[in-house]
């Protein structure tokens, strides 16, 4: 008995979960409408259980019904957030409860300001990046993701498996929903400070991919506060709401598992409804903006390859194209003939401040846009909720019969929810007082997948030849099959797309900010497979170029030699030689020593070359060749023993570990083939020689201009 009620005591009682959180239900609440069919007494008895929090205007697509209900139970789940294994199991609950405190704070700041009719409402720097992270919270806590992390089969399935899996055993989670909770307390403990130092914590601390799709959400779009221009006009409130964004997603047939997986998406709109006639949309920095951002000669480019990573680059644009939005003003710049001059508040320390946040009005036509947005994935959770009964009946016909045609495609297809979901609508349309027909058209294969089906086929007539070529050979050498072959170019795809939302977010931090962000990322990257990292090495090598994955560069000269080198620098040699090349070939005077000048652009260019030469790559004593490691640690010692350094014809050119490292690389390539004869065969080890001393450890300072291809064999 005693260890019964021991147990007992141990477990604690379960609790209802938000996804979205109370003080956004509240500004959806409605009058208290008793069911149908009670008595005076159960009518009054029913208004004073639900009084405390009220009640909402509910379609509950699960049983088809207009319903209202509590707000202390809808939208969310049961013990959501608990973690069994915790000594706090409700410890992300609590810190979800301090996070919405304080977003409560200040949404119910810009409500005011909103509801009193002002224009506009100033944030500090302080509240405006809590502001960012609570929307981003909203959408990594919604209950899709609690189902992407603890799925009902037990097994992990996202695109991004065998990357979850790898982190979960390195870094020692049992389940996919431990990284999920994790990740969790890394985004909300994270302090956003002006300096961003909360960029490197939060990549330290959680799951490589969520790590930068939270640092993209955060930096790859600005904030613009939306109203409905018309009173009577509102905008819903989904299950999925925080979760939905507008823009392009593309799928392509994976052979290994037999399934449509996606091939590429663009986030151009998020959304966060805050109250029935208040929005917040997150827009993409890929868009265009004003003038004054120059955005047509940083971005233009990143726009159109982002486009060209889809099915059909041409209809890969924004139906929101044309939102009258704007980025905030700020307190320390002010506009002035189409320029950014500073002001006096230029000079006070970043945390100090603030940003002017515009209330725009937005048309019917673009709430429409929006609502339809909503409505076309809403169908994944069974719960919308709205304020308005004639406002909700006319945005869900509006939805049947005007929607845009790029947002749905119904098949008929056995089971095609979308398509039961179109009737389910219309059914909800009678309960609130219409009536309207579905004019969605049904076709026997959605257009996306005919376009999926023409790529594919495309993709796999040209890589899989029935005899291998160098391209298929180097791609099995780093791991690869022809089976997994589709899928490494569509991942390759997705990390050239990480590449691109980063270079975005960067735009307007500082060089030094942009490199340490740009190191990160570097380090991110070089975790992945190898045969991706090859694959996305040619793909941005190639940007603006030709876009022929089988186009050689360094990154098959390191495939070719792949045996001989540690797994764990594989990788980051492949990476260094690749980005080596392509600065050498966008820079082609750099390293031509007889050819700098000695005023401030001299000294910069020579600063240049040092880090490129030196610490860049690094040291050869760890160029991943054990062979040659071993022979450079002995040349090393040897140099140090007879004093190389101080034989230097520029001594104050160089520091002593920078003259070693020269003559050491100078000896290594006296010896490279000798020590490596037989590992490879003679062009593969010509090719990989020319490689390690032009373009990674060159043992002079300075280049020939015909050092840029160590592809060219003998």
Sequence with gaps: MSSTLSARAESPRPQYHHFISRFILRNYAGPMQPPPGLNKKKQKRWVQTHSKDGVLNVIDLENVKVIQSPLSSTLGLLDMYRDVKSSDQYDVEKKLSVLEGQAGIII??????????????????????????????????????????????????????????????????????DVWLNNLRTFIDVKMDAEQQWIETVVDNAYPGDAMWFFAHIQAAYLAFCQTSNLNDEFLLTGNAYAIFEGPHSKVFDSTTQEMVTRAYTEYHCFAPISPRLMIVLRSNLLPQEKIYDHEDSCKELLQYTKSLHNDPASADSILLDLPVEKCRNSYSIIQNG???????????????????RFFPVEAKHVKMINDIMLNEAFRLPTIVFKSKLAARLTIEGYLTEADPKLMAVTDFPGDKRRKYLADLESIVRQLGGSVKNKHSVRLVPEDEEGDFRAW?????????????????????????????????????????????????????????????????????????????????KQIRNMGRSHNPEMDGPEDVIAAAAQLFKPSTLTRIMYHASRTQDILFRNPDMGLVNELTLDDEGHRRLSQEMHLVFQRIGSIRDCGIEK????????????????????????????????????????VRELFAKVLFGDLDDEALHNLKKLMFEILYPPVFGRSKQARNPMRAR
């Excluded at 500090?124 to 009902?152: C, T, V, W």
């Excluded at 230029?346 to 945390?351: D, E, G, M, N, V």
């Excluded at 791609?475 to 980063?502: C, T």
Aim: glycine residues 4%; hydrophobic residues 40%.
């Design 108 to 177: 119910s700041e810009i409500k005011k300001a909103f509801d009193s009719g002002l224009p506009d409402v100033w944030l500090p720097r302080a509240k405006r990046d809590i502001l960012r992270k609570f929307l981003f919270i909203m959408k990594y806590r919604s209950q899709g993701f609690h189902q992407r992390f603890n799925p009902e089969t037990g097994d992990y399935i996202a695109d991004d498996k065998e990357e979850m899996l790898t982190y979960m055993k390195v870094k020692g989670f049992a389940k996919p929903i």
């Design 339 to 357: 320029t950014v001059v500073p002001t006096a508040d230029s000079s006070l320390p970043p945390s100090q401040h603030k940003f002017l946040f």
């Design 457 to 537: 086929g495309e993709s796999f007539r040209k890589v899989m030849p029935a005899v291998d070529t160098p391209f298929t050979a180097l791609h099995k050498r780093l791991g690869g099959s022809p089976e997994s072959l589709p899928k490494d170019m569509d991942q390759a795809k997705k990390m050239m797309n990480l590449v691109i939302k980063v270079d975005v977010c960067i735009q307007r931090l500082s060089a030094n900010e942009k490199d340490q962000v740009r190191l990160n990322r570097q380090e991110l990257l070089i975790t992945l497979p190898p045969r991706r990292v090859w694959l996305f090495l």
């Design 628 to 667: 040659i490691e071993e022979l450079s640690k002995l040349l090393y010692d040897q140099a140090k023993q007879v004093n190389v350094h101080k034989q230097s014809k520029l001594p104050g050119l160089f520091t002593e570990d920078q003259l070693l490292e020269l003559a050491v690389r100078n000896g």
